[in-house]
């Protein structure tokens, strides 16, 4: 997977001519995943509440333009996805585990979207940047059609990882930045009343 733009060093990227690549991470940097699950700054802030976390990246994937800005990919005609790059230490939660909490995000039965957000942007996947990522992507999701508690169709897609471009930097973080803008969208978006309504849970809380 290619990420353009430099985002630090400390997220051990190899930068060449402005490009940056996951393949030349060390043994020592963490691992990395890739998921969009509707606004980028709700799974942002879901993913780094888990143990073993160590960062989580907002960005834009899939598309077909090149370096979009957050302006281009809401007007829907870029096809690109809001999705975050979430790194963790697997030596502390795994690549399955996290995976698993995935699902319990989001609204995964929603083809249009999340919540009150509709169109490409907003649609739920995951992004496999190896054939043993998506094994793990792959089991994951059948063991959710086998045990999810409600009758509804999962649409969401396992695709293979595109280059991630990062957001803009008001967007990183925004639910630190913006607490109580973020507080009130999240609520009036319906997204947790939603995925409660699905799982009998918000997966989220148990961190909170």
Known sequence: MIIRNALS???????????ATFSSVSQAAPQTMIV??????????????????????????????????????S???????????IHFDD?????????DYYWKTIDPTDASGQFCDKGSPYKTAMFYQDEQQKAVFEASLAKVEKSKPFNDAIVTEILPAKTFYPAEDYHQSYYTKNPIRY?????????DNRIESLWGEVASHQYH
């Open 36 to 73: 969009a699950g509707g606004c980028f700054w709700c799974v942002e802030s879901d993913f780094e509440l888990v143990p073993g976390v160590s960062d989580v990246v907002s960005g834009y994937t899939g598309g077909h333009t090149e370096n979009p800005s957050y302006g281009q990919v």
């Open 9 to 19: 060093s400390a997220l051990g990227l190899l930068l060449l001519s402005g490009v």
């Open 91 to 99: 030596d502390i939660v795994s690549l399955k585990t996290l995976a």
């Open 183 to 191: 507080s009130f969208y999240r609520a009036s978006c319906g997204r």
């Open 75 to 85: 007007s829907k005609k870029t096809g690109h996805f809001e999705a975050v790059v």
